[in-house]
């Protein structure tokens, strides 16, 4: 018989939650790196669309979904961030089965960052505002780079401290605690049809891309790129489902 008490690896994170994050990691780095070519200008578009996508279910699953993806279980005032954080400092970090306080602000700014980023994108590629605009397209893109990299820091430095790999954790989903802190239900019947959702996306803009060129400048050699990199952002996410799932 297994002792409650007993720490073991437990399942922590659904597959929904796993595959936004995978998805919101690989569109804001393709959309980061596509931002100043005009060559790449509807993959950089198609990805802003995705990050737009996927914040919202993730607002969505935030308040419906399982125990640790739900924004009441991880989210806690500055007292306990800043508690966390001398904790941290010490080398003595308090343990959480879920994101620890630190992290969990590092979620909230990043969500918000993302959503400032991709409504001043899609106000900018309508056409709607001015300079304005854009300055703070590039701002909240850059800004929400320098949070990724605190946050990836803080990720390296509670892994090392805890002795476990919390990368790993978010593509295994499993982490240390014991059983009846794990949840029960993996939820990968809707984590598959927000990935078919994000990979059919991805097919339309393809699709449409051939289009597209031929009615601006780049012409028939830039159709050829836009199938190459958008067939590399369908082929990622799909290789990488089994491992998530």
């Keep these: ?6 720490k073991t690896k437990i399942l922590v994170w659904d597959a929904p939650v796993r595959v936004f994050h995978w998805l919101l990691v690989l569109s804001f780095a393709g959309a980061y790196l596509t931002a100043e070519s005009e060559r790449w200008r509807l993959v950089h578009v198609s990805l802003g669309y995705t990050m737009g996508g996927l914040v919202a279910f993730r607002i969505l ?13 991880f989210v806690r005032g500055p007292a306990a961030v800043m508690r966390y954080g001398r904790a941290l400092l010490s080398g003595k970090p308090e343990h959480h089965v879920g994101h620890n306080p630190a992290g969990a602000w590092a979620i909230v700014l990043l969500l918000l960052l ?39 820091a803080g990720v390296l430095l509670a892994s ?11 593509l295994t989903g499993k982490k240390e605690g014991t059983p009846e802190e794990g949840i029960r239900w993996p939820w990968r019947p809707l984590a598959l049809v927000l990935l078919a959702a994000v990979l059919g996306f991805w097919w339309l803009q393809w699709q ?15 159709n050829a790129k836009y199938s190459h990199m958008t067939a590399a952002m369908t082929n990622s996410p799909a290789l990488a489902a089994s491992t998530l799932l």
Excluded: C, K, Q
């Design 1 to 6: 018989m297994t002792n409650s008490t007993t």
């Design 61 to 73: 699953w935030g308040l419906v979904g399982t125990r640790y993806a739900r924004f009441a279980s």
């Design 114 to 152: 993302s959503i400032a980023t991709v409504a001043s994108g899609w106000a900018i590629y309508n056409e709607v505002g001015g300079n304005a605009l854009e300055d703070l397209h590039e701002g909240a893109a850059n800004f929400m780079l320098a949070v990724v990299g605190v946050h990836v």
């Design 160 to 170: 090392w401290l805890h002795r476990e790999n919390l990368v790993r954790a978010m």
């Design 208 to 222: 449409s891309a051939p289009a597209d060129a031929a009615a601006g400048t780049a012409g028939a050699s830039e």
